[in-house]
Structure formats: structure tokens, C-alpha cells
């Protein structure tokens, strides 16, 4: 079967990397770091746009990306102009959407200090750019709702949060709510009616697909991927989340979120910068973590389910099929990327 992970920080531009993908028959979507105000991200060896161009121009066949924008730089009239500029560059180059990152809501501050929300008037002429031009906008709004309540070991994201405490929105004063953080990206789509959005991690509502549906019923712009959110979806009924795969077919992407980890400390390299037994490593994890999902998502039984910093969870697999799965690992992010690997976005793997 053939796949594609609309949501991958994986420079896979070694022949290691390349045989890897096509054994899984798989394609990735890298997405591009855009976190400081002054472009130093274009150059982040990690998932910075210049990495990225040159993973896709290594190896086109199986990588494609997704671009950033600075952060707003306020009291620069030119701020705009200049992320419109790179936006064209950068479409020119083989993007296939711009990704807005959850510093926007969580640390960005305004001139007044108050944190700047993703529907702030300063990102207006970004939106109504991509809207005329068909593009599509990548968003992450804030943490998982988790980050926000009392740490309960029946959460997927508890450990994360006990190694991390420092990283809870709640802890910290000024944050705004997770409410607030959906709705000021639901303004967007209100605004933007004809603006595709992908949101991130099951559009930051991994903790309830009910709430997920809504959305999707209301902004027909819209779709999500589900990066990094297996395990939400793993605990929530398994009858509901089939039917609601089926049911938003073709709105729902598949993502992972994996990155090429060398060590236990997280630090990264392309994969072409890595002594051999660095890449043999990385390699063998990420074919692990996307086997793990092809089980999660394929079979019926139960089975073993590792996140990155998850411990292991017993889980029930989804056992999706037939259209409904094809559409979730290929045809959706061909859909909602258009352009990626072909000039109108209809060409597969």
C-alpha cells in the first residue's frame, strides 16, 4: 500500500533514508521550523526551508515540504511584504502550504506584551494572499487540552508533561485559555471561507472527536491530520473513531510527527550528516514508529502502541480499509496539498 505522512521533520537525503522510504511505500511531508522574527529559521539544519528544499532536490521522488513565515516584527511596515516575497520564492521552489507554529498564541508577544493570537490583524494580508492563491495554510494552535488540566495518568500526553512541566500553558501567567486558542483559529476559517486549512494534531481537539467533527461540519475548509495523536485517537471509543474516519473520508490526513533522532538527547542531523551507525539508528526507529502506525490503523486486534516519550500502551487497532484508509494515507493530502509530487497535485506515489 502505498502511503504518504503529511506531517514528517525527516531529512531523508541518503540512499539509507531513500530504500527505507520505498520499502514502506511511503512518501513524507516535511514542514519547516518558522520560530524567530528575523529568518534565522531558513537556515536551521533541521527543518529550516533552505534543509528542506534541499532534502525534496535529493531525493523529489519521495519528499516533498511546507514552508514558515517570521514572526511578526511589529513597527515594521515591511514585515509583510517581505513574508509575502519569501512566500513566492518559496512556492516557486516546491511548497506545497505555509505552516503557522504554536509559538503564535504561546510566547510571540505584541509591543503592549500581551501574547499574539493566530487571528491577530497583522497576519491578515498572509491569509488573504494564500486564499487568491489557492494555497494552504498549516496551523498548530497551542498544546493538547491536557497541558491545561491536572496531570492524569490516563492521559497519553502524561509523561510528556511530567518530564516537561515547564511546557503546561497553565503553569505560566497571561496564557491564553485552549479555547481561546481554537476559537482564534476558527476566525481565521470564518474569515477565510475559501482559505484550505490543515489543522495540526487532529486540530489541536485530539481529546475528543466530537469536537473535531464539529469543524469539519462547519468549515468545510478544513480538514486535520493526526500527527503525534495516535494514541488520543487509541483512547476514545474505537467504534466512534471508525465511524468518524468514515464519515470525514477525505479530511482527515495521516501524520506522524517523527523527526530523525540520533540520540536519546534529541539531537538531529540530516540523515546525509550522520556517521553510519547514527543512521542505521535512526533508521531502524522511524521504521519502528511507522510500522507501529500501520498496525495501529490496519489491524483489529490488540497490539502495542510507543510514542516518541510515551511509555507503551495496550490499544485496540482501528482496523480501517478499503477507501476510508486510502484516502487517510494517500489521496487527502493530495487533496489538500495540491502540487505535491505532481504540477496538479493528482500524481501518486
Not at 531558513?42 to 519528499?63: I, K, M, T
Not at 495518568?153 to 511530567?162: F, G, S, V
Not at 467533527?213 to 474505537?238: G, I
Request: glycine share 10%; with cysteine.
Amino acid at each position: 500500500m502505498k502511503r504518504i505522512d503529511a506531517h514528517c521533520h525527516v531529512i531523508a537525503d541518503h540512499p539509507d533514508s531513500r530504500a527505507m522510504l520505498d520499502s514502506l511505500g511511503l512518501r513524507i511531508l516535511d514542514i519547516a521550523l518558522g520560530t524567530d522574527p528575523l529568518g534565522k529559521w531558513r537556515s536551521d539544519a533541521l527543518n529550516g526551508s533552505e534543509a528542506l528544499v534541499r532534502n525534496v532536490q535529493a531525493g523529489p521522488a519521495h519528499c516533498g515540504w511546507v514552508t514558515a513565515f517570521d514572526e511578526p516584527r511589529f513597527g515594521d511596515a515591511g514585515w509583510a511584504d517581505s513574508v509575502l516575497a519569501g512566500l513566492v520564492r518559496d512556492f516557486a521552489r516546491g511548497a506545497v502550504g505555509v505552516k503557522v507554529w504554536k509559538n503564535i498564541g504561546l510566547t510571540v508577544q505584541s509591543p503592549d506584551g500581551s501574547l499574539v493570537l493566530p487571528d491577530n490583524p497583522v497576519f491578515e494580508p498572509v491569509y488573504t494572499w494564500m486564499e487568491n492563491q489557492g494555497k494552504t495554510l498549516v496551523i498548530h494552535v497551542g498544546e493538547s487540552l491536557a497541558a491545561w488540566v491536572p496531570i492524569d495518568p490516563r492521559n497519553p500526553h502524561e509523561q510528556r508533561y511530567l518530564r516537561n512541566p515547564g511546557g503546561r500553558p497553565m503553569a505560566k501567567p497571561g496564557i491564553p485559555s485552549h479555547a481561546e486558542l481554537i476559537r482564534a483559529r476558527d476566525n481565521i476559517m470564518e474569515r477565510h471561507p475559501r482559505l484550505r486549512v490543515v489543522g495540526c494534531h487532529l486540530g489541536s481537539l485530539e481529546h475528543d472527536i466530537r469536537e473535531v467533527a464539529k469543524r469539519l461540519d462547519r468549515y468545510p475548509n478544513f480538514a486535520v491530520d493526526t500527527a503525534a495523536r495516535a494514541l488520543d485517537l487509541a483512547s476514545q471509543d474505537p467504534g466512534e473513531v471508525r465511524e468518524f474516519f468514515a464519515k470525514y473520508r477525505g479530511r482527515i490526513l495521516w501524520g506522524v510527527d517523527l523527526f530523525s533522532w540520533v540520540t536519546d538527547a534529541y539531537v538531529v542531523k540530516p540523515h546525509s550528516g550522520m556517521l553510519e551507525d547514527e543512521r542505521n539508528w535512526s533508521v531502524g526507529e522511524l521504521t519502528r514508529r511507522w510500522s507501529e502506525e500501520f498496525a495501529f490503523y490496519e489491524s483489529t486486534g490488540e497490539l502495542e502502541l510507543k510514542a516518541w516519550e510515551e511509555k507503551p500502551w495496550r490499544v485496540q487497532g482501528l482496523g480501517l480499509s478499503g477507501k476510508t484508509l486510502s484516502d487517510f494515507y494517500l489521496d487527502a493530502a493530495l487533496r489538500w496539498y495540491p502540487g505535491l509530487f505532481g504540477a496538479n497535485g493528482t500524481r501518486k506515489p
